[in-house]
């Protein structure tokens, strides 16, 4: 199934039905009155958060969704029947975006969560209604109202507690793999991680957090190289970031160059993004001899200046993981607790989380014009008719998406 984390649809609420003119007309009642019925509401649309879905593809191919529209009225005073309401399932983890006003809707995070994003239109009156003590016989009545209409971006954003980022090849996968059942393809070279892969970490009884493995992080994402910022905004709901540095890489690279090249990447693209907490970890130090270990490591400590905590880790067999492990699931418990306990944190929190999502949605749209524009620009020969029919298509990974 291919991974897609973004769609543009639009959905139409179902119209109300017409109220109806009528009278009653029954032998011996020569003058029965006005008995018009209401019209039925239109259907309403919402979007649920549903856990059997974790891909945005079905909303790819089916793009316009309308609720139908509510009965008329009927004689004798009866309503018509409303119209039934339309549900849109989506995974955990997307917000929903008015793209004709550019405002969020809203954000499911929970199994079930519903949201509301087209209201039916309410029935019309039928002349029952207008009857008065001056007027016995109305022929008045009102057409059913409008349904809303909205055109809407449906952006997934992976839920997780730790963010991994790191160069392609530090050792993302390989820790994923070693703390959870998350199974992502690991291989000896560049990108070999297309799609964000999510992972259970499970610490003790009833303790667990969920970690992602963010791809495509190199010089010049922020600017489009690679895969560019393509799944940075997967980490805008994170806690934590561990950063994963390969203290002696295959190519020869500087490991101290490396760590600030994601550094620069981070600070470029969202400057709230980059005050997340951050974790180094120093991988593969099974590459290292003994004795140059400690050595290594602290020089690349030093020359990144680097305030926060630090593990040295070998992913491939598990020496110092389960340390990370335990020190993750204690700081997210604790700030847990933390907003559980004081609400101006809590409050500072969630105006951060929304600052941060905030940020980090504008400043991709502003690189996927800027993506745009480039393709435009090496196409040669082609009208700006035949250019103008982008497709999100052209900025998607078709790849494999196994979140647990």
Known sequence: MRFIDEAVISVKAGDGGNGIVSFRR?????KGGPDGGDGGKGGDVYVMADDNTNTLVDFRYTRKFEAKRGENGRSKNRSGKG?????????????????????????????????????????GFG???????????????????????????????????????????????????????????????PFTTLVPNLGVVDVGTHQSFVMADIPGLIEGASDGAGLGIRFLKHVARTRRLLHIVDVKPIDGSDPVKNARIILNELQKF?????????????????????????????????????????????????????????????EIEAEQEREADDETFAKAQAERFA???????????????????????????????DDDDYDDDDYDVAVQYAPY
């Not at 008015?98 to 079930?112: A, M, N």
């Not at 793999?177 to 992502?184: D, G, L």
């Not at 940020?359 to 700006?384: F, M, P």
Request: hydrophobic share 35%; aromatic share 6%.
């Open 26 to 30: 029954e032998k011996f009642v020569p």
């Open 83 to 123: 119209a039934d309401d339309i549900y849109l399932n989506v995974p955990v983890g997307t917000t929903i975006i008015d793209t004709d006003l550019d405002v969020v809707i809203g954000d499911l995070t929970e199994v079930g969560q519903v949201i509301l994003v087209a209201k039916g239109g309410d029935g």
């Open 127 to 189: 002349n029952t209604r207008f009857k008065t003590s001056t007027n016995q016989a109305p022929r008045k009545a009102i057409p059913g109202f409008v349904g809303e209409s909205k055109n809407l971006k449906l952006e997934l954003k992976v839920v997780a507690d730790v963010g991994l980022i790191g160069l392609p090849n530090a050792g993302k996968s390989t820790f994923i793999r070693q703390v959870s059942s998350a199974r992502p393809k690991v291989a000896d070279y």
């Open 270 to 330: 969202s400057a709230e993004l980059s005050k997340l907490p951050q974790i180094l970890v120093l991988n593969k130090i099974d590459q290292l001899e003994e004795d140059e270990i400690d050595e290594v490591c602290n020089h690349i400590i030093k020359e990144l200046d680097w305030q926060g905590e630090v593990f040295f880790t070998s992913t491939i067999s598990g020496q110092g993981v389960d340390d990370i492990k335990y020190h993750l699931m204690n």
């Open 355 to 385: 600052r941060l999502e905030e940020e980090v949605r504008h400043n991709t749209e502003i690189q996927k014009e800027a993506y745009r524009a480039k393709r435009k620009a090496e196409r040669e020969g082609l009208s700006d008719d």
